[in-house]
């Protein structure tokens, strides 16, 4: 079979995993099979004995048969529960070990597949994987056995007649070949097209308002005809492929008794075969039939099992870039150091210039650094870096003097408390976002962290309060609100190091005094940093550090980059313009702030 050569080890892995079943599975197909086969040998004696007027042996026979029946069946079943549900175990398996490996993945492994991609091959690849080593395996055992048996036994008992009857079978095998080396290749085009569809679907469902603000239904439904008829003909095309395929495999069977009659008749008339033997090569003929039909099924779901691992293992082998190194001890004192950093995405094209040049800085333990900077200067990939987000070159990140990227990520991530700058909730209740990081902290704690975020007064709005749930089946909170509750998150967790980007993007002046101030008491002895378009947060700040195009361009306390008159300087200008512009007109300052960042917006 057209098997590429590396996916059967993965599946020999799993398959070793469950070792026995399949042993004591593959044992009672061999026990069924082997009591199936004697029934030929029975029949010819019933025959003979018949022809022979013996009626008394003829119903002993039966009596046998009866009883091979009921225990072929018994031991058929036992079979087919073993390794159906071995297939199973072996679905469930990979299903976690590919779960757990989509939570390494490295990030630039999600922008080359697409999640609907990575459904589909957590699904549908799949249960491909299990038809395979389930029906897929007890078939190609079975007929094996069946031929392995059946064969030599009627070249045995007349090679002639033997060879005459069987004479389809090479063709058959190599008709089967090739019909197996196109269904692989349809299979896997129609998988990847059922992704692409899968994937089209899931972008809608997200960009929904999207899409109908920008009135491109029509055009999303065109787009998504043409990817459905893709997928259609693909799948056409591999019915008619089977089509051809099961009716070829039935022809055979007919071939050989219609031979059997032919050759075998003639053989009875001339004395060289008994009525008996001629059942019993009747009977084996039939035997085969089942088998070979089942092959050309069996055929194809090697086929696609095989190509539905092929595409697991395309994430199995993905190495994460962003490994554990080997200190596990966690950063206490919250020290980060940063030497020469410079670092380019992994996509962006060689003339860019890179998004961060040359950082060298030192936040301190207990110190609080204000981040501030143009949108897009590299603020957020800063702080992505120093959470080893991102792939960052080693020697060039220190907490608590050890390089981050010879600390075991959770040693690492363990040391920080982070609230992103896209606030991500989950459809869970709104508590339980926030207790994300810490599962089990108490509802006064909880509490403490909303009232702490500024977010205690929205949930007074809401019928369940800290209990409402977030998400489809529950309140979709406004880009603010999610920016708090990610917050309340970061404050949940104490841990020595606390990062905020841009948490108060979204707030009116009352609410952000209100952060400040317990923001003030939250950094207290823990290095915070905090990355802001609003330069009210400067007066936390023990220092501000102020990037511009991936370059840390000024640093210094307020007064003394006031006293600079750079960036900085003039940043802090335009701000304070602003706010007496919206002092004299309120309207003005919403129609501002919900269009851009305040006072960088250049
Ligand atoms: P803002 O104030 O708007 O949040 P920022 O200072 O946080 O901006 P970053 O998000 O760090 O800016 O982005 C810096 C630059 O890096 C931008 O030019 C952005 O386009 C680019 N960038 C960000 N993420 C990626 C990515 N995943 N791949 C390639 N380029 C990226
Ligand atoms: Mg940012």
Redesign the pocket.
């Known amino acids: 079979m057209a098997a590429p050569s590396n996916e059967p080890r993965r599946i020999r892995h799993y398959f070793a995993r469950h070792a026995g079943a399949f042993t004591a599975g593959l044992f009672l197909l061999i026990v069924t099979q082997a009591l199936s086969l004697s029934v030929p040998r029975l029949l010819k004696g019933a025959t003979d004995a018949l022809v022979a007027m013996d009626l008394a042996r003829t119903k002993e026979t039966a009596g046998y048969l009866m009883l091979i029946a009921v225990l072929a069946a018994l031991a058929r079943i036992g079979s087919r529960i073993f390794i159906f549900n071995s297939g199973r175990e072996v679905e469930l398996d990979v299903r976690n070990d590919l779960f757990a490996k989509l939570e390494s993945l490295p ?1 630039s492994f999600y ?1 080359k597949m697409p999640s609907g991609q990575l459904m589909s091959r957590a699904v549908n690849d799949l249960t491909q994987v299990r038809l395979l080593l389930g029906p897929g395996l007890l078939n190609l055992t079975n007929t094996a056995l069946v031929y392995a048996v059946v064969v030599p036994l009627l070249f045995m008992k007349d090679a002639e007649l033997a060879a005459l009857t069987l004479m389809a079978l090479p063709g058959l095998v190599i008709s089967g070949q090739i019909f197996a080396r196109r269904m692989y290749r349809y299979n896997r085009d129609a998988q990847e097209k059922l992704g692409e569809l899968q994937n089209k679907v899931q972008e809608n469902l997200g960009g929904i308002m999207t899409v109908r603000a920008y009135r491109r239904e029509a055009a999303e439904r065109a787009w998504f005809v043409r990817l459905n008829d893709a997928y259609v003909a693909v799948n056409l095309k591999l019915a008619k492929l089977r089509g051809v395929l099961f009716p070829l495999m039935g022809l055979f069977g007919a071939f050989g008794t219609i031979v059997l009659l032919y050759a075998g008749g003639a053989r009875i008339i001339d004395g060289r075969l008994t009525v008996g033997d001629f059942v019993e090569f009747n009977a084996y003929i039939a035997a085969l039939t089942w088998p070979t039909i089942a092959l050309g099924w069996m055929l194809s779901l090697w086929q696609r099992g095989l190509a539905s691992m092929d595409r697991i293992n395309e994430i199995f082998t993905v190495e994460p870039s962003i490994a554990d190194g080997p200190l596990s001890a966690r950063p206490g004192a919250g020290n980060i150091e940063i030497r020469g950093l410079t670092f380019r ?4 094209g060689p003339e ?1 210039p890179p ?2 040049q040359d950082v060298t800085t030192e936040m301190r333990a207990g110190e609080t650094v204000v981040i501030v ?12 870096a120093i959470l080893r987000l ?1 792939e960052v070159p080693p020697g060039t990140i220190f907490v608590d003097g050890r390089d981050i990227t010879e600390l075991e990520l959770d040693a690492l991530r363990g040391a920080i408390s982070y609230a992103p ?1 896209d606030a991500f909730l989950f459809s869970r209740s709104i508590s339980e976002n926030i207790a994300f990081g810490r599962p089990e902290a108490s509802q006064a704690e909880i509490e403490g962290a909303t009232e702490s975020a500024g977010l205690a007064g929205d949930l007074s709005g809401f019928t369940d309060g800290l209990e409402t749930m977030v998400g489809e089946r529950g309140v979709t909170l406004s880009g603010g609100q999610r920016q708090r509750a990610a917050l309340a998150r970061a404050l949940l967790v104490s841990s020595p190091i606390l990062i905020l ?2 948490t108060l993007a979204a707030v009116d002046t009352e609410t952000e005094r209100h952060i400040l101030r317990a923001l003030a008491r939250h950094s207290q002895g823990r290095t915070t940093l905090l ?1 802001t ?1 609003r330069l009210a947060c400067a007066e936390l700040a023990d220092r501000i550090l102020v ?1 511009d195009e ?1 370059r840390i361009v000024e640093q210094g306390t307020e007064a003394e980059l006031l006293a600079l008159g750079g960036l900085y300087a003039e940043m802090h200008a335009r701000q304070q313009l602003q706010e007496s512009l919206e002092r004299e007109s309120p309207e003005a300052l919403n129609a501002e702030r919900g269009a851009e ?1 305040v006072g ?1 917006s250049s």
């Open positions: 990030p922008r995405y992994p996509d962006s860019t998004t961060l900077g143009r949108t897009g200067s590299g603020k957020s990939t800063l702080l992505k991102l700058q980007d841009d990355v378009h990037l991936g960042a960088v």
